[in-house]
């Protein structure tokens, strides 16, 4: 008997909770809450698609609110593209109810349009949420949409060519160079799509050009793909391939930076590589020069020789690679090469990141962050770095944020390396 009442009491509060949860309110007052007020994008080539990104639309007020639609102002030109807890939105999606205490998620991609500016064009529009009580609530939505030229099939060159464009290039399988053909690159901005890069089978000529992975948004807010490495494939030399010559150019966030394969020659000329997810500078029985350039922040080794004759003079070496403690070294040469290293900084997060053998070798006014050889005449004014100097390591150069993966590996003007004109002394 006593069970009765108290299972009605159960019943009728339940029944009192839902009929409270199904009220909704017309109020003039009634406003829904936002996690953003806007959705800022990334820039992005034209008729390329971002990643999804997605907000929050809260309902803290003390009964449901009605949405009566939710629509883009000029969806057909913007391009941007967007679901409504579950519900596309074609222009408009209409009624939508957002429970007191409840949230639904929106996410909105973008499809850049059209542009005919060099330049990257910003595109805006308005998500507009309009409730049942007369009220409109906008959410910005923006990106920058940015012309280029893409190549989706792989661009085969078995015959002389130039590209000189001032434009961005994108590579969705990459580059191959025939044997006896010769590309030469002026100016480019190559961006490669993961898992293409550039194979060399004849000769590369290139002045002043970026290659990079191709996505231009963010993992997070604060760190954008660019700083991840492995975007990309990078730049292959076999053994046909011969006279090859890099100036001004910089390789990034890639696989491999460069690989030379099998009697190869390479110049390379105020270079920069860095951020890969392999070796930097990779050369197997290949003679080549490494003048003023900088190769960092590699999961191998920074540069790898084999077989090969190098001369190196002005260069920085600093392996920092910060996805990984298992890291290889900045430099390492096995007994059959021929090494000529001067005016160099090596350096890194070891105690020892200078690993060689043989005695083909001579180095002359470097930094060396290695065990030091008093008695070896192949070693002639070397500062022998080590982990206690004042001025070590990461402290040679002016940027070294390693919570944002960002860094600037131009050399202080207070480190002994600047004052004794070692390393690579461009001010980037």
């Known amino acids: 008997m006593k069970r009765i009442p108290l299972l009605l009491l159960i019943l009728s509060t339940l029944f009192v909770g839902c009929s409270d949860n199904d009220k909704f309110s017309s109020d003039a007052s009634a406003m829904l809450n936002f996690s953003v007020d806007s959705v800022a994008m990334d820039t992005v080539f034209i008729k390329t698609s971002t990643r999804t990104y997605d907000f929050w639309v809260y309902n803290k007020g003390n009964a449901g609110i009605r949405i009566s639609e939710v629509r883009l102002v000029q969806p057909s030109k913007s391009g941007f593209r967007v679901n409504v807890d579950g519900n596309y939105v074609d222009s408009v999606a209409y009624d939508f109810e957002v429970r007191k205490g409840d949230s639904i998620r929106v996410f909105v991609e973008l499809t850049a349009p059209e542009t005919q500016q060099k330049d990257p064009k910003r595109i805006e529009d308005l998500l507009i949420f309009s409730l049942e009580n007369g009220k409109e609530q906008p959410v910005k939505l923006s990106a920058y949409s940015w012309k280029a030229i893409v190549y989706k099939e792989t661009l085969v060159v078995d015959e002389d060519m130039t590209i000189d464009e001032q434009q961005p290039i994108v590579f969705y399988n990459g580059i191959i160079i025939k044997k006896d053909a010769t590309l030469t690159l002026s100016h480019a901005q190559l961006y490669f799509h993961d898992g293409a890069g550039i194979v060399v089978n004849g000769t590369l000529e290139a002045d002043s050009c970026l290659f990079r992975g191709d996505r231009l948004d963010r993992m997070f807010s604060y760190l954008p793909y660019d700083r991840i490495s492995g975007q990309w494939e990078g730049i292959f030399f076999y053994e046909s391939s011969v006279d090859n010559v890099l100036t001004d150019c910089e ?54 020789v084999i077989g090969s004759k190098v001369s190196i003079n002005h260069s920085t070496l ?111």
Not at 252 to 262: L, N, Q, V, Y
Not at 365 to 391: A, G, M, Q, V, Y
């Open 251 to 304: 390789i990034r966030s890639s696989c491999t930076g460069i690989s030379c394969d099998a009697a190869t020659s390479l110049s390379l000329l105020r270079c920069t590589i860095q951020n890969c997810k392999g070796t930097g500078l990779d050369l197997k029985e290949t003679t080549a020069s490494v003048d003023s350039c900088r190769i960092t922040n590699t999961l191998g080794d920074c540069l790898n």
């Open 318 to 428: 600093a392996q920092f690679y910060p996805f990984s403690a298992d890291r290889g070294v900045a430099l390492r040469f096995d007994s059959e090469s021929v090494i000529i290293c001067d005016n160099t900084l090596v350096t890194g997060y070891e105690e020892d990141v200078v690993m060689g053998d043989g005695t083909n070798f001579s180095f002359e006014n470097c930094i060396l962050r290695t065990l030091e050889l008093s008695d070896s005449d192949d070693f002639i004014d070397i500062i022998w770095e080590t982990p206690k100097d004042d001025i070590q390591g990461e402290k040679h150069f002016v940027t070294f944020d390693t919570d944002n993966l960002f860094y600037n590996f131009s050399i202080k003007q207070e480190s002994p390396a600047y004052q004794r004109q070692i390393g690579d002394l461009r001010n980037l």
